[in-house]
């Protein structure tokens, strides 16, 4: 499989029409151009007048639309614009806002479905704008692949994928900031306030003839976190239950949504450490199976003192990427290219991400 490159290139460099794989930064708050950009020559003038003298683009040669992507940057942008009217719709009897649900969740399954290889590949879960359209169909398309990978046949699929999409569609009508924040350390009278999500998304879907009770259950207690309720311990709920749990706690702290946001190996770590007090360990260990968990253009300090960038993910390994050093360990600027593949580089660990 081809994966993603990026390279540094010099602005002095720059022709136009560099596809920009990291967003820009000037100061602390300004962002100048955003990833994903093109850049044209009115930009590339105002990054030499910011001071910006490199920059990471993607090497398009390398790129194919569904490497390390779990749903292509097309069907996402066509199914976000599908989310956020059916988030906006506060007709609760309108039936199509289900019906609707029911037919992404279906598009979602079919364009998973048909990744060639798909339980062997290793995905990088796009945080998007950060927005709850994004987290709600990350939520979705995590918790197919996961079910995929836990052999749950297509009506449990569908059922699942369909709660993933509407579990949090509640936070629409809680009027408070849950951005970037810990709900459980504000006043009491706020978290009950959050809490209620739950119950407003439950009561949006409880008289629809198009969903399962069981679906309508899980959108109900997906933050019930008592290991009582596991797939192990008690019928009431199953495996789709505890996949939609750990697929959400997951993307709630890449996203900062009513917690604060955390970087992917951070959530990954998480899950491998704490998790199993709270979610079911069968499922944490298959959702960590194909997560990587530093995305590519990530910069990072490695164990042996130097800077590099994230350039390509291993297959099967997912903590153990392709670097491309940029700095070595006396803080100089490489000139040469030196590529170091963690999985040939027994003693080599990534000990923080920078960016």
């Known amino acids: 499989m081809e ?96 019906r609707e649900s029911i037919r992404i969740t279906e598009q979602i399954i079919d364009e998973i479905v048909n990744i060639e290889e798909v339980q062997e590949h290793l995905f990088e879960v796009s945080t998007g704008e950060g927005n709850l359209y994004d987290h709600l169909l990350n939520v979705c398309a995590t918790s197919i692949l996961t079910g995929l990978k836990m052999d749950l046949n297509k009506e449990q699929l569908h059922d699942m994928g369909v709660a993933g999409l509407l579990h949090d569609v509640g936070l629409n009508y809680v009027d408070i900031d849950y951005r970037d924040v810990d709900i459980e350390m504000m006043e009491e009278s706020i978290q009950k306030l959050y809490k209620k999500h739950a119950q407003y998304g439950y009561e949006m879907v409880a008289e629809s003839p198009w969903i399962s009770d069981y679906t309508k259950n899980i959108i109900l207690y997906h933050h019930e976190k008592n290991k009582a309720h596991s797939y192990d311990n ?17 993307d709630e702290m890449v996203m900062g949504i009513g917690c604060k946001k955390v970087k992917t190996y951070q959530a990954l770590e998480f899950l491998r450490d704490l998790g199993k007090l709270f979610y079911n360990e069968k499922v944490i260990a298959k959702f960590m199976e194909f997560v990587a968990a530093y995305p590519v253009g990530s910069v990072v300090y490695t164990t042996e003192h130097e800077i590099a960038v ?34 040939q580089e027994s003693d080599l660990f990534i000990e923080e991400v920078l960016d």
Request: hydrophobic share 40%; proline share 2%; glycine share 6%.
């Open 3 to 98: 994966t993603r490159m990026i390279k540094i290139v010099k602005v002095e460099d720059l022709k136009g029409n560099e596809l920009l794989a990291k967003g820009i930064i000037a100061g602390e708050f300004t962002e100048l151009v955003t990833a994903g950009c093109r850049l044209n020559t009115g930009m590339i003038a105002k990054l030499k007048e910011f001071g910006i003298t490199e920059v990471f683009v993607r090497d398009e040669k390398f790129i194919k639309p569904q490497d390390l992507e779990l749903v292509s940057e097309k069907t996402r942008s066509e199914l976000k614009t599908k989310v956020k009217k059916i988030i906006l719709n506060n007709k609760t009897e309108n039936q199509e806002v289900v």
């Open 234 to 250: 008690n019928q009431r709920f199953g495996l789709e239950f505890d996949i939609i749990q750990v697929c959400d706690v997951f």
């Open 310 to 343: 994230i350039i390509r993910q291993n297959r099967n390994f997912p903590d153990r990427p392709v670097l491309k050093i940029i700095k070595d360990s006396e803080g100089n600027t490489k000139t040469n290219v030196v590529i170091k593949d963690m999985c």
